[in-house]
């Protein structure tokens, strides 16, 4: 994947959600109140919420939400319980597409969620047709002007990191979910700071795409997808070129 950036595309996403900042907030709120539910209140005794929060944060969420979001799914205040689940699709140029939702009615967001595919020209496929080709994995990306190669691979490895790519402007470090905690406390206690940082389906192989009205296609696909309020997350194996995707941006 020489000269393709999985950051561009990253990037991208984040910058259309940063300009919904009110949908964002929504949906990490909801990602938060699952997270407490299922561990507990306390991140230092929670690492799936340790890291939901760090990716909060990543948004600029305000610390009262945040506050307010995790004591509704402890318990502590009243809420709203919410199911997870898992639609699986190809988009133009057989671009797989994993959408994770978080949704206090199931019917309600298959039927929304269906019609997005349908619009795109596409639909559900079979279960485990898409995500048997991705793997759970702590993905955290590091700009490469901010620190040296050797002395992050250092760190990171020593804390428990599988792998760490050079991509050009920014490193990517993989890591196993159980030890993404230990190396993102050790990023931070390094003061390193991380352009993104989470839990994140990747992908086994990736799809090149190197036509702009293709890639912008699957691009529309995605961001509608992500703008469903249900939907928390849409993962792609689409490997696009970083000048495709800034010209996508303009």
């Known amino acids: 994947m020489s000269g393709h950036s999985k950051w561009a595309t990253i990037k991208h996403k984040k910058g259309a959600l940063d300009a919904k900042r009110g949908k964002i907030f929504s949906k990490m709120s909801k990602e938060l109140m699952v997270a407490a539910k299922q561990g507990g209140s306390n991140p230092d005794m929670n690492p799936t919420l340790r890291t939901v929060i760090q990716k909060a944060k990543s948004y600029n969420m305000p610390s009262d939400n945040i506050d307010r979001a995790?004591?509704?799914?402890?318990?502590?205040?009243?809420?709203?319980?919410?199911?997870?689940?898992?639609?699986?699709?190809?988009?133009?140029?057989?671009?797989?597409?994993?959408?994770?939702?978080l949704t206090d009615n199931k019917n309600r967001a298959a039927a929304e969620i269906r019609h997005i595919f349908t619009k795109h020209g596409s639909s559900f496929a079979k279960e485990g047709a898409v995500s048997r080709g991705f793997q759970r994995k702590g993905q955290i990306f590091v700009d490469a002007s901010t620190v040296?190669?050797?002395?992050?691979?250092?760190?990171?490895?020593?804390?428990?990191?599988?792998?760490?790519?050079?991509?050009?402007?920014?490193?990517?470090?993989?890591?196993?979910?159980?030890?993404?905690?230990?190396?993102?406390?050790?990023?931070?206690?390094?003061?390193i700071k991380t352009l993104s940082a989470e839990i994140s389906m990747v992908p086994t192989v990736a799809v090149p795409v190197?036509?702009?009205?293709?890639?912008?296609?699957?691009?529309?696909?995605?961001?509608?997808?992500?703008?469903?309020?249900?939907?928390?997350?849409?993962?792609?194996?689409?490997?696009?070129?970083?000048?495709?995707?800034?010209?996508?941006?303009?």
């Open 148 to 191: 040296a190669e050797d002395k992050l691979m250092e760190i990171v490895l020593n804390a428990g990191a599988e792998d760490m790519i050079n991509d050009g402007d920014q490193f990517e470090v993989l890591t196993d979910p159980a030890t993404f905690p230990a190396v993102t406390d050790a990023l931070e206690k390094a003061g």
């Open 210 to 250: 190197t036509d702009k009205n293709l890639a912008a296609a699957v691009m529309r696909f995605i961001n509608d997808l992500e703008d469903n309020d249900d939907v928390q997350n849409v993962y792609s194996n689409m490997d696009v070129d970083d000048k495709i995707m800034a010209e996508i941006d303009q």
């Open 70 to 101: 995790v004591k509704k799914g402890a318990g502590e205040t009243e809420g709203v319980t919410f199911e997870e689940v898992s639609y699986e699709g190809f988009a133009a140029g057989g671009v797989a597409l994993l959408v994770k939702a």
